[in-house]
C-alpha cells in the first residue's frame, strides 16, 4: 500500500475461508454444543458446556464491511491490506468524504478446553487477532493513493475534516477458567473468565484533516491546501520493511514479539429452569443435557491494551505533519514512495516528529445474550443476541467493533445444528446468514445475501473440531 504501511499487518484481516469463531460466530455463539468457542464469546459458556473435552483444530473467523469497494475473501496472499483487498471498479460512484471500511480477522488456533467436573472448567486458548478500521476517508482519493493515479482526466476535489485508520494484530495466550456458583431446581448461574497474555505483532494509526484537488492524470500533482496528518507505525522503523507479504496460514502462526500486555474476558449466564424444561433424573446428567427455558448472558470482551516501546531498537515514532498552505505533491513520488514518505520528504511541510512509547488498547465491547427454547422437548431455539462496542473511532490508539443485533432460529441437537441469523447493523443494514454444525465441522456467514448481491457486509466462518461429549445418562 503506498501509505507505507506494512503490507504484512493487513494480510491477517483479509483472509481465507477456510478456517475462526469470535464474536461475531453468528449463530453458533449461543450453541449449546459450541464448545470452547463459546468462551471466546463469553469465558462463563465454559462451565458445563456439554463437553468433557473440547479440542480445536484450526478454525478462522472473519466479519468486514465497506461502503467504498467490496472486500475479498478469497486472495489473501495476493491482497495483503484492507484497500487492495477492495474491489473499487464498481463502486466508484460511492466516493464521498466519509466513506469507511471495517475489517477483522480472528483465527483459533490449537486449543483445549476440559471440564474437571459438573462445577470447574478450565481451558487453553490461543488466538491470531487483527483488526482494522477506516472512517471519514475518500474512497477515489484513497484509491489512487493506495492503487495508483490512473491517466483520466477527471477533477476531484476533497475535504476530509476527521479521518482515521487504525491497523493492529496480536496474538493470545489465553487461560480460561468456568465455574457454577447456583445450581437449583429452578435457577443456574455460572460465570467465568479468561485472563490473556498479549503479544503484539504491530500496530498502525493514521489520523488527521486533508483539503486539496487533483485530476487523474497521472502527470499532474496533488494538491493539498491546509491540513494536519499524524502518523504511527510500531512494525518497523525501516521503510524498506513495509513492503513484505505473509501467507495467511504463515502468519497467523506468526509470534514476532514487537509489544506485549495483558488482557482479559469477563462474562456471566442465567439460566430458568422450570419444570417442564429440567428433565434431569436419577439418571441424566446435568452436564449433558439442556434444561433451561430462557439463558441470559452478559460478557465484556477484550480488555486489554499492548505496550509498544521499540522497534528495530529505537524509541517508537510519531510523524507530525502541518500543512498552512497550498503544497504540491508529485503523483509519480506517491506513486514511487508512498503517502507518507512523500510527506516526510516535502520541505514545505512542518514535521515535529516525536520518539516514545504507544499504547494500543483492545477493541473492548459489550455481549448481551437471550435464548429461549420454543417447543419444550423439541430442539427449536431463538436467539437475540446484541454486540455493543466500547470504543469509538475517535479514541485514539484503539479499534471499534460494529455494533451489531442479530436473530437467530435454530435446530439443536448433540451431533447436529443449523442456524438462521438476521443480522441488523446500522450502517449497512439487515442481512440473511445461515450455518451448521454436524460432528467436527461448523461453517457459516451471518450475510449470505452479500455473496450474491455485492452488499456492504461480509462475513463467514468455517471451523475443525474434536468435540468429545458427555455421555447424557450416567
Avoid: C
Wanted: aromatic share 14%.
Amino acid at each position: 500500500m503506498n501509505f507505507n504501511y506494512p503490507k504484512k499487518l493487513l494480510v491477517f484481516f483479509i483472509g481465507v475461508p477456510f478456517f475462526v469463531f469470535s464474536q461475531t460466530n453468528h449463530g453458533f455463539s449461543f450453541d449449546n454444543y459450541n464448545g470452547i468457542y463459546g468462551s471466546t464469546a463469553n469465558p462463563a459458556n465454559s462451565a458445563q458446556s456439554k463437553h468433557r473435552w473440547h479440542i480445536n483444530g484450526l478454525s478462522y473467523n472473519l466479519l468486514g464491511t465497506s461502503d467504498y469497494g467490496t472486500i475479498n475473501f478469497i486472495d489473501s496472499p495476493d491482497t495483503p491490506n484492507g484497500f487492495n483487498s477492495s474491489d473499487f471498479s464498481t463502486n466508484v460512484e460511492t466516493s464521498n468524504n466519509n466513506n469507511f471500511l471495517v475489517s477483522n480477522s480472528d483465527v483459533l488456533l490449537p486449543s483445549v478446553l476440559y471440564q474437571i467436573n459438573e462445577k470447574h472448567t478450565i481451558g487453553l486458548l490461543l488466538r491470531s487477532r487483527a483488526f482494522s478500521d477506516y472512517s471519514n476517508f475518500n474512497g477515489r482519493l484513497w484509491k489512487n493513493l493506495s492503487q495508483g493515479f490512473e491517466d483520466e482526466t477527471l477533477e476531484n476535489t476533497f475535504n476530509i475534516p476527521k479521518f482515521n485508520n487504525t491497523s493492529q494484530s496480536w496474538k493470545e495466550i489465553g487461560l480460561n477458567y468456568g465455574i457454577v456458583l447456583v445450581n437449583s431446581n429452578y435457577h443456574f448461574i455460572k460465570v467465568g473468565g479468561t485472563a490473556k497474555y498479549l503479544i503484539g505483532n504491530g500496530a498502525v494509526e493514521l489520523r488527521g484533516d486533508i483539503n486539496g484537488s487533483y485530476n487523474d492524470g497521472v502527470s499532474d500533482d496533488l494538491i493539498i491546501n491546509s491540513g494536519t496528518v499524524s502518523y504511527l507505525n510500531t512494525f518497523s522503523a525501516n521503510p524498506n520493511n513495509l513492503n513484505e507479504t505473509s501467507p495467511f496460514i504463515k502468519s497467523a502462526f506468526d509470534f514476532t514479539k514487537n509489544g506485549s500486555g495483558f488482557g482479559g474476558d469477563v462474562g456471566f449466564v442465567y439460566e430458568w429452569r422450570p419444570r417442564e424444561t429440567n428433565r434431569v433424573g436419577v439418571r441424566n446428567n446435568s452436564s449433558a443435557v439442556n434444561t433451561y427455558k430462557l439463558k441470559i448472558s452478559a460478557s465484556i470482551l477484550d480488555i486489554g491494551a499492548i505496550k509498544y516501546e521499540e522497534i528495530d531498537n529505537s524509541k517508537v515514532r510519531l510523524e507530525n505533519f502541518n500543512i498552512t498552505s497550498p503544497t504540491s505533491l508529485s503523483k509519480n513520488t506517491l506513486n514511487n514512495e508512498g503517502f507518507i514518505a512523500t510527506l516526510k520528504n516535502t520541505t514545505e511541510i512542518n514535521s515535529s516528529p516525536q520518539q516514545g512509547k504507544a499504547t494500543f488498547a483492545l477493541p473492548r465491547s459489550l455481549n448481551i445474550g437471550l435464548d429461549y427454547i420454543i417447543f419444550n422437548d423439541k430442539n427449536y431455539y431463538v436467539n437475540l443476541n446484541y454486540v455493543k462496542a466500547l470504543t469509538t473511532v475517535d479514541d485514539k490508539y484503539t479499534n471499534t467493533r460494529l455494533n451489531l443485533i442479530t436473530v437467530t432460529p435454530r435446530y439443536e441437537t448433540q451431533k447436529f445444528s443449523a442456524y438462521l441469523p438476521i443480522t441488523y447493523e446500522n450502517n449497512t443494514g439487515v442481512y440473511f446468514g445461515a450455518g451448521f454444525r454436524y460432528g467436527p465441522i461448523t461453517i457459516g456467514s451471518a450475510a449470505l445475501n452479500s455473496l450474491f448481491t455485492n452488499g456492504k457486509l461480509n462475513h463467514i466462518y468455517f471451523g475443525l473440531n474434536l468435540p468429545l461429549l458427555e455421555d447424557v445418562f450416567r
